[in-house]
């Protein structure tokens, strides 16, 4: 497996992490911004590349270097479960308004089957016919829509978030 290393030069570490008294410290520790520049760094990468990320901090910033790589890899495993979460939640629902769209559709064509028999066939029983079936089919537009499309970007963040909470991280001190 190939591996992709994305630079990051740091005037200091606040520029990555949030500061410890953060309402979202432990859970979300890298800064809104950084975290934007390492998705879009990564998301350039092939996606079979292992990441090696290597942060540059000039020399008198480097009080916090040990917290830099524990607090990447919490990040992204909290975005990562996070993503599951939501995942898990898509497809439940997406189930669940299937069974629900599957049992409508099956009253519509049964009260369809009614209509055709209580009215004489022409202009209006054809009308209430379609308009029950359309209404019918077009309640199967959302569960379809996540069943077979919705799960697929969040798929890929997972994998995404997988793959930053794993890499490889390298603090390099020097002149920035």
């Excluded at 990441?51 to 990562?80: V, W």
């Amino acid at each position: 497996m190939r591996g992709s290393e994305i630079i990051l030069e740091l005037h200091d570490v606040d520029q990555l992490l949030i500061a410890p008294h953060s309402l979202f410290y432990g859970k979300r520790m890298l800064n809104a911004d950084a975290e934007e520049v390492i998705i879009e760094e990564v998301t350039k990468v092939s996606s079979n590349d292992q990441i090696h990320l290597k942060i540059h901090l000039r020399e008198d910033k480097i009080s916090r270097k040990d917290e830099i790589a524990t607090a990447i890899h919490q990040h992204f495993t909290y975005r990562r479960k996070k993503s599951e979460r939501q995942l898990q939640q898509i497809l439940q629902i997406g189930w669940q308004s299937l069974m629900i769209s599957i049992v409508f559709l099956g009253l519509l064509i049964s009260l369809t089957l009614v209509i055709i028999k209580l009215l004489p066939e022409g202009g209006l029983s054809i009308t209430f016919r379609e308009i029950l079936i359309i209404l019918g089919w077009v309640s199967l537009w959302r569960p379809a829509d996540l069943l077979l499309y919705e799960w697929r970007p969040i798929k890929r963040e997972i994998k995404l978030f997988r793959k930053l909470e794993q890499c490889k991280v390298e603090i390099v001190t020097g002149k920035v």
